[in-house]
Every structure is written in C-alpha cells, then in structure tokens.
C-alpha cells in the first residue's frame, strides 16, 4: 500500500516540482490553504505532511503545531519548508517537533532523498547552512556613498523673535534663525540666530576656512548666536559679514555694540578671526563661487532683507520675516497678482516668481493676527496667498512663533495644507525644524 503525503503548498512551481518527484511512488494530496489541510489530516490520514511555513489562512507553524497536538500527531511526520530561511522560524519549527527544515529551492533529487531517508526511520534536520542557501547571490557587493559634492541647505534655528527651551519645543526646537547654504569650498550662513552656535563648532573641523555670513536684518533674533560663533575666535578663520545698510547705524558699529564690556566679555576687535562688513543691498547679487545670492526688501520694521539663493540649477526664496497683505483679515481664496489687496506684496511676489523652493514665514494662526497687525509676520492663509502667486509648488514654513508648542505647530501643518485646499492650490508644505536638511 503507498504512503500518503500530504502537500500544504500555495507556489504552484513548487507543487509542481513536489508533483513530479513524488505522484507514482506514493499517493499524494495538495493543498494550498493552511487551514484546509489540517482539516484533510483527519480524512485523507497522511503518514507524512509537507508545509511551506507561510501558507495562507494559517501559518505553517500553526498547523505543525495543531498536527503535534492530535492523539495520532506523533506519528505523523512534518516537514517545513520556506524561501526565507531564517534561523530564529528554523529552531521554532525543530522545537515544535519538526522533522526536518527544507528550504527552497529544493531539487527533485533532494525531495527523493529527503522523502526516502524519512520512511527509512534515518532523517535527521540538517544543521542550519552557515550560508544561507536560499540567499541570492550576487557578483560583487554594493557599497553606495554619499558624493562629496552634495547640495542642500540646513536648517540650524527656526524660531522667530526669540529662542524657547523645553519639552514642548523638543521636536521643532528653540534656536533662532540660521541657515546654512552648502557649497564646495566656502560656508555660507544666512542669519547669525541661536542655530549658528552649534553650526560654528561643527564649521571647525571643516576643511576650509572662509565664511560669508550673510544678515537679512539686525533684530536680536537674526544676530544673537554670533558671540558664540566659535570660528570668530579663530585666527584661521576669514568671515565676511554681508548685510543691509539699515535705517539707523551701519551693520559693523552695530557688531560693535553688540559686543561692548558692557553686554559681552570679548570685544569685536578682540576676536581673531579676520572679520570683514559688506554691504547687502538688493542692486547686485552677491556671487560667492557658483551660488549666487540676491535680495529683495521685506515688509519688516526697517531695512529687512530677503533672499533667493539660486544653487546646483535650482532656485530657492527664504524669507523669514515679511507681514504680507497688511491688516487682511478675510478669505485667501481668489487673490491673485492683479487684486489690490496685493498692491504692496506683487513686486515681491514677482521677485519669487517660479522658484522651486520657497522658504517663507506664517508666524501667526489667521485668528492670532487679527491682534498682530503692524508687527512685521504673516498669517498663515495671507502667507498661503504669497506663495500660491509666486506659483511655487514647495513651501516650507519657518520663523515660528515663540509661543508655538511643537502640538500646535504640527497642527499648524495640517491648517497650512487645508488653507491651500481652500485656495484651490496644490503644493506640498513642511514645517521647517531645527537641523532640518533639504537636499537639492
Ligand atoms: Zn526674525
Ligand atoms: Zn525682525
């Protein structure tokens, strides 16, 4: 009388394989479905069953473990078989009494041989392969690495008017502006906020040492990191600071006072660095090697610079403080470039125009503006209305305002995008965190 063999496969060329090797010699039954085949145990009485480890309805191991577990189990033979040979599933599947883990692909003279040393009493598991069979061998290994060259620009303060610390801002953090431009040899940082602290102790074991620091305006929280700029401190170090000749003192008597005895310990004049002031004003771009730098007057208290940064063929706008359409209050939808609501705004807009990236604030909920009116930042549905004129499909906001808990700012996120479903605008938006990285 043959032996019965019961196959609980759902890979038709591997039933087919296990087809050939055994139909004639022993009387066989396929199925693909766990829980069907250890339903046929009870009728079909297998001598000796061949389970693929993740058959569908139920596992491999569960129905090994169900076999094992009925009066007549421990007499029936269970072999496991799998593409992913793991050796974690191969003890288990030993553990629950196993007779052997047959990892695919398997040939028809291995299942001859396995089959055949079972019913002769002599099959033992083999020891798991060191190497693992079923692994797909390739000629050489892959080694990628990051290119030296690689662009972007980080993100080392994001926060408006004022650092914050704490819990609640452990996620977006609590440095004011800083953002760094990559570039081959020279660093290039717009604003010296809280964020260049961290930037400047990094920047000192970078290769080359020439820095352009460029300040789209002088308000605390665009200029307060730079004492603790440690390249400043370093005779190696060449720093030029660029910035915008303001309504009040020129930008290096501005340093100066920054750094006077009576608010700081090391004078301007003390620091070793070769520190050189230029002015920034929006007639001629700054080149700085293949990066080229141009800026455009915000709506700011003051002399305020933005700017766009045009890099590795992209283009990119970053303005950190600009109140845009001042005192609107109403819906953003429907205002383009020709409304008057836009009168003060649409030289800038043009300005932005087909950038690939635009980096603008919203530093205010539309609610929280309506008593902000005057103080230089955007709303978030008035800031919307810029950047969908400038017909830019990526914005990522930052200068968040301090009172801004990380909760609430990720909430802002999900407003920013309905704001823009409510103007009929499809861009992606990003909330911009401390040492945020965008690649270009
Ligand atoms: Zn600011
Ligand atoms: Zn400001």
Not at 122 to 137: D, G, Q, V
């Amino acid at each position: 009388m043959k032996k019965r063999i019961l196959i609980i496969e759902n890979s038709e060329p591997v039933q087919k394989i296990l087809k050939e090797a055994l139909e004639g010699s022993f009387e066989v039954l396929f199925t693909k479905s766990g829980r069907e085949g250890l339903a046929l145990v009870g009728e079909f009485h297998p001598q000796l069953v061949i389970i693929d480890q993740l058959t569908p309805h139920l596992h491999g191991i569960e129905v090994l473990k169900k076999i094992k577990a009925l009066p007549e189990g421990p007499k029936i033979g269970v072999i496991l078989s799998t593409w992913r040979a793991l050796i974690q599933d191969y003890r288990i599947a030993l553990e629950q009494g196993a007779a052997y883990y047959l990892i695919k692909p398997f040939s028809i003279a291995t299942i001859h041989r396995i089959i055949q040393r079972y019913f002769e009493g002599k099959l033992e598991p083999a020891p798991f392969p060191l190497h693992n069979l079923n692994a797909i061998n390739s000629i050489e290994n892959y080694n990628p690495t990051v290119p030296s060259n690689v662009s972007y620009i980080k993100f080392w303060g994001t926060r408006g008017s004022t650092p914050v610390a704490g819990a609640d801002y452990s996620f977006f953090g609590g440095n004011t502006p800083c953002l760094e431009i990559s570039h081959p040899d020279t660093i290039i940082i717009i604003d010296a906020g809280t964020g260049i602290r961290e930037l400047g102790a990094e920047v000192m074991h970078r290769r080359f040492k020439e820095v352009h620091l460029i300040i789209g305006h002088t308000h605390w929280d665009h200029i307060l990191g730079f004492p603790f700029f440690t390249p400043a401190y370093s005779h190696q170090f060449e720093i030029h600071i660029h910035g915008p000749k303001g309504f009040g003192s020129h930008l290096e008597d501005l340093f100066k006072g920054m750094l006077d005895s009576d608010y700081f310990p090391i004078k301007l004049t003390e620091m070793q660095a070769k520190i050189s002031f230029h002015d920034f004003n929006n007639d001629e771009p700054l080149s700085i090697g293949s990066v080229k730098i141009s800026a455009a007057y915000a709506c700011h208290p003051g002399a305020t610079l933005c700017f766009k940064i045009e890099i590795a063929d992209k283009k990119i706008g970053y303005v950190t403080d600009n109140e845009v359409m001042i005192g609107y209050h109403g819906h953003p939808k429907g205002i383009d470039i020709n409304n008057p609501i836009l009168i003060a705004d649409k030289e800038l807009i043009e300005f932005f125009k087909g950038v690939d990236l635009l980096i603008h604030e919203a530093q205010y909920l539309p609610q929280d503006y309506r008593t902000k009116v005057g103080w230089g930042h955007s709303s978030l549905s008035n800031a919307a209305v810029f950047v969908k004129n400038t017909g830019t499909k990526n914005w990522i906001i930052t200068h968040h305002d301090p009172s801004s808990t990380d909760t609430e700012l990720h909430m802002k996120q999900q407003l920013a995008h309905q704001i823009m479903v409510d103007c009929s605008y499809d861009c992606s938006i990003q909330l911009a965190y401390d040492n945020m990285m965008v690649y270009l």
